[in-house]
């Protein structure tokens, strides 16, 4: 059973870049794209940005201009490059990976990695 292990986050000064990585263990037979979405207390659950193998992404219209994505050759990590963070509540941000297991699977299955807390404080 694969895992998927966050690293960054924590507190982040205002006006300051955040980086998160996401790197999976075990192996797969293919990704289908993998990404990042963040929750507030209280809040749905909401995307930040994703990227696929091929190299498109998709960005929330409030991070476009500051976020960059980027997944390693290997597709196993998945890193997410915020800049000029603003004074926002806490949020948990989740890494996401959209992968098939075998080549005989049903299809592709989301797998959420266990999140990990940003704050940026006013």
């Known amino acids: 059973q694969e895992r998927l292990v966050e690293s960054g986050g924590g507190f982040v000064q205002p006006g300051g870049s955040l980086k998160l990585s996401c790197t999976r263990s075990?192996?797969?037979?293919?990704?289908?794209?993998m990404g990042w979405y963040r929750q507030a207390q209280g809040k749905e659950r909401d995307l930040v940005a994703t990227?696929?193998?091929?190299?498109?992404?998709i960005s929330a219209d409030s991070v476009k201009g500051r976020v960059t994505i980027s997944m390693d050759n290997a597709k196993t990590t998945v890193t997410l490059q915020l800049n000029h963070l603003k004074p926002a509540n806490p949020a948990v941000y989740y890494c996401?990976?959209?992968?098939?297991?075998?080549?005989?699977?049903?299809?592709?299955?989301?797998?959420w990695g266990q999140g990990t807390a940003v704050a940026v404080p006013s």
């Open positions: 996401l990976q959209e992968i098939m297991y075998y080549i005989f699977s049903t299809g592709y299955v989301e797998r």
């Open positions: 990227i696929t193998p091929r190299g498109d992404t």
């Open positions: 075990g192996s797969v037979f293919s990704v289908k794209r």
